[in-house]
């Protein structure tokens, strides 16, 4: 299979699955052992790809957050409390994410951890599906700091491939009563500082072993990645408000199965 068409296919990978609870790494991981690939030489180019996905929240989005910048410098409450809630559900992820980076590096080669935390990510879904109690939040904005910390440490989980930043910090917030479509939202902001920072870290540590060609490979997979997370954000909040998360979970378990199947007949 020749390059770009690879780095087409990992970028509807990552655009399909970077905001749903089933693990955008584990199935980039998955899709390069499925190819044919070395893991690690695609690790980075699965990393580098996300601001695509991420550019697809800042343009849904677009309104809300020009609102929250605005009404910052304003000291709009509302504001304030939306980039305070923010900022400490990701200072975990950057504490955690510095100490136990090399340790990450090395389970994003190893496609049978994100087989099993696939299907462990899966049973955790259906348990806080049945148990949580969530009540209507009224946005990001309404959560306290308590909560926000909570759900940031919850999200550090996800550092193992295969678990899922977005069902982490969905699962998370649900645990704290937060309701779906609050959850599921602060999940997609909380991707923009979260996914940036693991790209520019990535970028900036293996910047010596990029090339010119690996570049172009990026840009490639960041724009096919955006324009399927663009079309996939809103019908996954219609799945959501009307099916919750068990669908996923149910999906996340058969993934996991196959794929230990599968590694296990190689």
């Keep these: 299979m020749g390059i770009w068409l690879t780095a087409i296919i990992l970028g ?50 677009r309104k809300l957050f020009w609102d929250m910048f605005t ?39 190893n496609a049978v951890i994100v087989a099993w935390a696939l299907i462990i990510g899966g049973f955790a879904i259906l348990l806080v599906e049945r148990f949580a109690k969530p009540k209507e939040s009224g946005g990001v904005a309404n959560l306290s700091a308590r909560q926000s910390m909570l759900i940031g440490l919850v999200q550090c989980i996800a550092m193992i491939p295969g678990v899922s ?33 693991a790209t520019v870290l990535q970028l900036f540590k293996h910047r010596d072993a990029i090339t010119t060609n690996d570049l172009s490979l990026i ?23 009307r099916y919750g998360f068990t669908p996923f979970a149910w999906y996340r378990i058969i993934v996991g199965v196959a794929a230990l199947v599968w590694l296990g007949m190689r």
Excluded: C
Excluded at 167 to 180: E, H, K, P, Q, Y
Excluded at 223 to 241: D, M, N, Q, R
């Design 12 to 61: 509807i990978v990552e655009g399909l699955t970077e905001f749903l609870p089933v693990s955008s790494t584990g199935h980039l991981i998955l899709a390069t052992e499925l190819l044919g690939y070395d893991a690690s030489r695609w690790a980075i180019f699965n990393i580098a790809i996300q601001p695509g996905a991420i550019l697809a929240i800042v343009v849904l989005y």
């Design 71 to 109: 009404g910052f410098f304003r000291k709009d409450p509302v504001a304030i409390a939306f980039v305070r809630n923010l900022l400490l559900a990701f200072f975990p992820a950057v504490i955690l994410g510095l100490a136990l980076g090399d340790y990450i590096e090395v389970m994003l080669e």
């Design 219 to 241: 840009a490639v997979g960041a724009f096919v990645s955006f324009i399927v997370a663009w079309a996939v954000i809103k019908a996954f909040l219609a799945v959501v408000t």
């Design 165 to 197: 930043r977005s069902g982490a910090t969905i699962l998370g917030a649900m645990s704290l009563g937060v309701d779906r479509k609050t959850a599921a939202e602060f999940s997609f902001f909380l991707a923009l500082p979260t996914l940036t920072g």
